[in-house]
């Protein structure tokens, strides 16, 4: 049975432990705010790319590129995207259980993120590249990971290119999600991938008439690549909001379970303090009787 002394180290290296996550939490919290103000904010322009993708690309049916090239798949790359670091609850656990659902056979890896490239080494995957993010991604980290992956692509290397990450619902909700980068499919007014919901309504192909210049295929030749580049960042703004989100729910419950913890071993260092009190009590009264 743990003595009075025991119990008031305990209680102090909760208390500590309690200052830790309190403050940790805290300091998540601020960057949440940051990191989902960020994705939400990119999720328009997204919606207007994809829009503009399309209306533009139904006039020129024509219109083909490398990119969109389908072929059967022999070999297929994987950009997986995660945290750098830990203490996000079952943020990462989460997705790399969608990892195993992939073919290690015939699957290259390209992470983003230290826990990825980590899990990936780890379970003796194939690692093609490892890139890193910093809390606010830029637009530059994602185009790096996004022009490594059309290279991939173009020289014949993989057949295929998916986006595995972790996509921000809310604070409380966060979803391991596969998003199909390459071959670009036929574009469509509703959004694909990050941004697409089950009740999409497709949008209306206007029927203004447009000028290209200097002509069709050079402009969605253009037009295309910067829209991959840009679904990749925000793609990275998405896990950066869900990793933020996660660690500050899983500090907030860490305190919680701390302050509790302090709770239980603070009554029972009572009642033990009362037991061995009442105990002297006792041993007194009975040596009294004794003597007289």
């Known amino acids: 049975m743990p003595s009075t002394r025991d119990i008031r180290r305990r209680i102090k290296s909760v208390k500590n432990t309690a200052q830790i996550t309190k403050a940790m939490q805290m300091v998540a919290a601020a960057k949440m705010r940051k990191a989902q103000q960020a994705a939400l ?15 533009a690309s139904v006039r020129t049916a024509a219109f083909e590129h490398p990119l969109m090239e389908v072929r059967p798949i022999k070999k297929r ?64 980290e994602g185009r ?45 007014p509703v959004t694909a991938g990050i941004n697409s919901s089950a009740t999409s309504e497709p949008k209306p192909i206007s029927a203004d008439n447009f000028e290209f210049e200097p002509d069709e295929e050079t402009v969605l030749g253009e037009l295309l690549p910067h829209s991959l580049n840009f679904q990749m960042h925000q793609i990275l703004l998405e896990a950066k909001a869900s990793e933020q989100s996660a660690r500050m729910v899983a500090m907030k419950n860490a305190t919680d379970n701390a302050k509790q913890i302090i709770k239980d071993l603070t009554l029972e260092y009572n009642k033990l303090r009362q037991a061995n009190i009442t105990k002297e009590l006792l041993e007194i009264t009975t040596a009294q009787m004794a003597v007289g």
């Open 77 to 140: 790359a994987v950009i997986l995207v995660s945290s750098d670091r830990g203490l996000c609850g079952g943020l990462n656990s989460n997705l790399f259980r969608e990892v195993v659902k992939f073919d290690k056979n015939t699957t290259v890896f390209i992470t983003a993120g230290r826990k990825a490239a980590q899990f990936v080494s780890r379970t003796k995957r194939p690692l093609s590249s490892e890139f890193g993010y910093k809390d606010t991604p830029l637009f530059a």
């Open 41 to 55: 904010v990119g999720r328009p322009y997204a919606d207007l790319m994809n829009e503009v993708m399309a209306q």
């Open 144 to 188: 790096a990971i996004s022009k490594f992956a059309q290279d991939l692509f173009l020289k014949g290397e993989v057949d295929a290119v998916d986006i595995l990450f972790s996509k921000f619902v809310s604070t409380l909700v966060q979803t391991p999600k596969v998003v199909a980068f390459l071959p670009v499919g036929k574009i469509s």
